[in-house]
């Protein structure tokens, strides 16, 4: 069972910007499921690794979109996304040092941000941008 089920109200009605939702929600259920399996400390850090890059060229797309059309909110649509960076930037760290794991709480978080962050903060731009031509 996937820790994050992708569904049509997850979508923000941009085809590039959903596609990346969904390719995020996948990588985070591949690490969900390698946790839940016992794979090794190595393949966890590989897709933990993976799953955190992809979530910095994910943000860099919307970020990119939001200047080109200068959406009003993007100060603070930014600051969530340097904020998650920060605090994904310190998990890698700690995990690679053998002083954090991959755990439930972990995994809670991520999902619990990532669905927060499509649901509440990445659906204040959708109207926007589709006001804007962004589909």
């Known amino acids: 069972m996937p820790l994050l089920e992708w569904n049509n109200s997850h979508s923000v009605n941009i085809k590039e910007i959903d596609a990346q939702h969904q390719k995020l929600v996948g990588l985070m259920n591949s690490l969900f499921e390698a946790m ?14 993976e799953m955190v890059n992809y979530a910095v060229y994910h943000f860099k797309t919307e970020e990119e979109l939001m200047s080109k059309y200068k959406f009003p909110l993007i100060e603070e649509h930014v600051k969530e996304h340097s ?32 669905n927060n962050h499509i649901m509440d903060t990445d659906k204040k731009y959708q109207a926007f941008l589709n006001e804007h031509g962004v589909f």
């Open 36 to 49: 839940r399996s016992g794979n090794s400390k190595e393949t966890l850090g590989v897709i933990l690794n």
């Open 83 to 114: 904020d998650f960076k920060a605090k994904a930037a310190d998990l890698v760290a700690r995990y690679e040092n053998s002083t954090a794991v991959i755990s439930i709480e972990v995994m809670n978080f991520l999902r619990d941000w990532v």
